[in-house]
């Protein structure tokens, strides 16, 4: 199938309320314009500098999410026009975004990614770090940044239990702190392996890279 095909194809199956981020990593700009003319305009990176590259390259009114690790020396280079950073990890790097944002004249909007797998590599805060930063004052005096949610990887597993409690545990955290915080609207979980799963347990924002593209060389 076309990547055309492909994506009315996850968009005609999922519910009005969650929204999908066409993961364009490793695939070539002429690839993407399939999606974009299709009429797709919110793409996702999981690196900075091809996050850049693409960014020059292609149209102007495209959304470009950052949805991989972010290190505080990069936050520069994508705060003129950064979207949504689903990756923020610390709260270092969130005083990074908050400072290149101000410079930019811009507010960023971000999301915790919280770790929810049982694997080593994932990066993320525990339900604890992400409570004690939207607690603390230094989070609350920034002015160009705002957090709108959560987002989590599950464990690469064929074991759909374990895939399912993994989200379900960041939706039931998700919703705890929504009752403290009003601005949380947004549950970014599930790739192409796992999204059907993530939108069961209340994802509104899948990440879907080779289910549309095609499987990454
Ligand atoms: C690559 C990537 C995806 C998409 O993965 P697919 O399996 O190609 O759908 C989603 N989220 C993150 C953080 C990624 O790095």
Not at 61 to 85: C, R, S, Y
Request: charged fraction near 25%.
């Amino acid at each position: 199938m076309s990547v055309a095909e492909n994506i009315k194809k996850i968009t005609s199956t999922i519910p009005a309320r969650v929204k999908l981020v066409a993961v364009t990593k490793t695939y070539p700009a002429d690839l993407i314009m399939q999606a974009y003319n299709a009429g797709h305009k919110t793409f996702g990176e999981n690196r900075v500098q091809e996050l850049i590259e693409k960014q020059k390259q292609l149209p102007k009114d495209i959304e470009w999410h950052l949805i991989g690790h972010l290190q505080t020396n990069k936050v520069k280079m994508i705060a003129p026009f950064v979207n949504l950073i689903h990756s923020v990890d610390s709260l270092k790097l969130l005083k990074e975004i908050n400072k290149c944002a101000e410079k930019e004249n811009r507010v960023i909007d971000c999301l915790l990614q919280i770790y929810i797998a049982k694997e080593e590599t994932k990066f993320g805060l525990s339900f604890e770090e992400a409570e004690e930063l939207l607690h603390s004052s230094e989070f609350k005096q920034m002015k160009n940044i705002r957090i709108i949610g959560l987002m989590g990887m599950a464990t690469l597993t064929n074991n759909e239990a374990q895939v399912r409690n993994e989200f379900s545990s960041l939706k039931i955290f998700f919703d705890k702190l929504k009752t403290q915080d009003s601005r949380l609207t947004t549950l970014s979980m599930g790739m192409s392996s796992d999204y059907t799963l993530a939108i069961e347990q209340g994802s509104n924002l899948i990440r879907v890279g080779s289910a549309i593209f095609g499987s990454r060389t």
